[in-house]
């Protein structure tokens, strides 16, 4: 690039190469040694068949369905980025292998599947930042008490891990590794239940066991 007069300090060159990423032109190559490399497209991916814009938005919106089912159609537009017509028009295109139901009057969409065994209650996880469950669907009503989620996002905390008690996220949660443990800082939104707590507990342990370390809860829950 240098040799061809085009500037390459740090910032440029990331998006240069983020550009021809998006562009089809090259893609991740093999290892070498430990350095990342990147490779032609063509050459790395012999006969790939490009989609048109419609059945690359129609492919979206079946894979949007089938993996974060049930949700509505709004839930696919707000996580896409597609506009609302363009997201009725992919959708439009795949509903007819999804299920339909309504609830409270607004209408969901999933894959069809067998009935799912339904866990023991109360069921806790510790969700990390990013996670679909909470950034994926433009109406939160259904996951948070007293739309707490919509308080924290409309407060810039739309990455915070969050505990999940029931489906409901019920508050946030912070971790800082130790050299021998993992020390875990809950924050839930309302006073638990020995229920709850209990089964809030046994989450952090087991999130400890995926470090191989002791985790501790510190501070007052």
């Known amino acids: 690039m240098a040799d061809a007069y085009i500037e390459t300090d740090v910032q440029r060159l990331a998006h240069i190469i983020i550009h021809a990423e998006l562009d089809g032109l090259i893609c991740s190559g093999p290892r070498r040694g430990k ?82 065994e339904v866990p023991d209650l109360p069921l806790a996880l510790l969700l990390s930042v990013y996670d679909e469950y909470t950034i994926a669907y433009r109406d939160r009503s259904d996951i948070s008490e007293a739309r707490h989620i919509e308080r924290m996002i409309t407060k810039g905390n739309a990455l915070t891990a969050v505990i999940v008690l029931n489906g409901k996220v019920a508050g946030t949660w912070k971790k800082a590794m130790k050299k021998e443990s993992v020390e875990i800082r809950l924050s839930p939104f ?32």
């Open 35 to 116: 350095q990342f490399t990147y490779a032609l497209l063509d050459e790395r991916v012999e006969g790939s068949d490009w989609p048109d814009r419609e059945q690359s938005r129609a492919k979206l919106a079946f894979r949007y369905f089938t993996s974060h089912g049930p949700a509505q159609l709004k839930d696919f537009s707000w996580w896409s980025g597609l506009g609302e017509k363009d997201a009725r028009s992919a959708f439009d295109m795949v509903k007819s292998g999804l299920n339909q139901a309504t609830f409270d009057k607004k209408t969901y969409w999933s894959p069809p599947h067998a009935e799912a």
């Open 190 to 221: 309302r006073e638990l239940d020995k229920e709850e707590q209990e089964a809030v507990e046994a989450e952090v342990e087991r999130y400890g066991r995926f470090f191989g370390v002791p985790a501790v809860i510190v501070g007052e829950p």
